[in-house]
């Protein structure tokens, strides 16, 4: 059995008369004149509900179970009252949009009633109704610019840090004038205010990264390459002491006592490096190097320092053998540590030349987001929409005055009417002679 479902008519009006008193030359409504039209094309009266007529939570559920059933096969209702909640997806195979949400949420919802676990079709149509030089596209240019905002966020791409809710976007009279006239200049003129926006995210990008690129080249780079400049140069020396000082015989000086065993100095070593009592004091000198123990930080292990023109530090370890061993070692990675220093200020001298290149570079759409500022000057100033809303639609004394003539010359004859057609009448004039009528 075909279904069909037309959920939603939010700013379509709601029924005004029950469907048998229904008459459209002098009470028309769009359910009702959908419902007559259903009927006349062979849909059973009693097939078709609307879901303005369940007036409580009970008939709500009665008539949900018999959409659910399939013994309701058209149910026409507004966003609000066939929103969230309403569970009748079982048999749907179409969903029909009459009018245009101020949401994407709103517009979510309407196609969740059907897209949705429950649903016994594998699939089902989706009909989106819009007329041609009617605020329909206007409408969907808002959706489209709220979904574009609320996708960049949630994917966490928006470089903007606020946004003004569009549903508060004021028309003046002359872009009304100018939509409803089918003018092509509105088509453009959204086109190009969307252009600039996304050139002017891309700007802001732009800035953002010049900003962190100044803020290297003149404080965090030239930092690294002084770093790393002096470190360079404190291994050299480094290494030129631990080759001048190696002999062929082992010997460290403790306590300003030469040791030959490396069993005895080793402990004595161990016991002096682990001892509070010593902590930033010399306890050693090892071929031209001075080991000295460092302030236990928390619960770290214990470090000490071999500091020769620059400072290496090791962990001491848990056997005084394995502490001389990694001191022995640390001097023997001297050329490893050197080619790692050289390296790294390679990198940053590399990063600096590269920061500075882009910082030379202008922004690459400047030029057009130039001429589309242009452009969109002159759309709105062939649309007036450049002038205030009074300037663009009438003038104010002119209007007033006109009223108060026609009221004055007609108040005998119309008691009043012919100056509320007189206020129509003008607004019928201005949109002629601005060639829309």
């Known amino acids: 059995m075909e279904i069909t479902s037309i959920p939603y008519l939010s700013l379509l009006s709601t029924p005004k008369c029950s469907s048998d008193e229904y008459d459209p030359d002098k009470n028309f409504d769009v359910y009702n004149h959908v419902k007559a039209t259903l009927v006349q094309l062979g849909v059973p009266k009693n097939e078709i509900a609307f879901i303005h007529d369940a007036e409580n939570d009970v008939a709500k559920q009665a ?45 979510e919802q309407r196609e969740g009633r059907g897209i949705r676990q429950g649903n016994e079709n594998p699939e089902i149509d989706i009909f989106t109704y819009v007329t041609e030089r009617t605020f329909d596209a206007y409408m969907y240019q808002i959706l489209e610019n709220k ?69 290297k080249v003149v404080r965090e780079l030239p930092q690294a390459i002084e770093k790393n400049s002096k470190r360079i140069e404190e291994i050299e020396k480094d290494i030129a002491l631990r080759n001048g000082s190696t002999g062929e015989n082992f010997v460290i000086m403790i306590g300003g006592k030469p040791y030959t065993e490396k069993k005895d100095a080793a402990e004595l070593l161990h016991k ?26 928390m619960l770290d292990n214990r470090t000490a320092s071999v500091r020769g023109n620059g400072d290496h530090r090791l962990d001491v370890s848990n056997s005084a053998i394995g502490t001389l061993t ?38 690459e759409h400047a030029e057009k987001l130039t001429e589309l500022t242009l452009e969109l000057e002159k759309i709105n100033a062939e649309l007036n929409l450049d002038k205030t809303e009074v300037e663009a639609v009438i003038d104010d004394t002119k209007f007033q005055n006109e009223v108060k003539d026609e009221e ?30």
């Open 63 to 107: 008539l949900f179970d018999n959409v659910r059933a399939g013994s309701i096969r058209i149910l026409l209702g507004s966003t609000e009252k066939m929103g969230a909640g309403t569970n009748v997806q079982n048999k749907i195979v179409a969903l029909h949009h009459l009018d245009t949400p101020y949401r994407p949420r709103d517009l």
């Open 147 to 215: 979904q574009r905002f609320i996708s960049q966020i949630n994917r966490g791409e928006l470089t903007v840090r606020e946004a003004q809710d569009i549903d508060e976007t004021a028309l003046t009279y002359a872009e009304i004038k100018a939509i409803t006239s089918a003018n092509p200049l509105i088509k453009r003129k959204h086109e190009v205010e969307l252009a600039i926006g996304d050139m002017q995210v891309l700007e802001r990008q732009y800035r953002f990264n010049r900003y962190g690129l100044q803020d």
């Open 272 to 297: 002096l490096l682990l001892s509070s009592a010593n902590v930033d004091k010399v306890v050693a000198v090892y071929q031209g190097f001075q080991i000295i123990p460092n302030q236990l930080v």
């Open 326 to 363: 990694r001191i022995d070692n640390l001097m023997e990675r001297f050329e490893e540590n050197l080619k790692s220093a050289n390296e790294r200020l390679q990198t940053c001298v590399a990063e600096t030349e590269a920061a500075n290149a882009e910082l030379s570079k202008p922004f």
């Open 408 to 437: 004055s010359g007609d108040e005998d004859e119309n008691d009043g009417e012919a100056g509320e057609g007189r206020i129509y009448d003008s607004g019928e004039r201005e949109f002629q002679e601005a060639g829309y009528m």
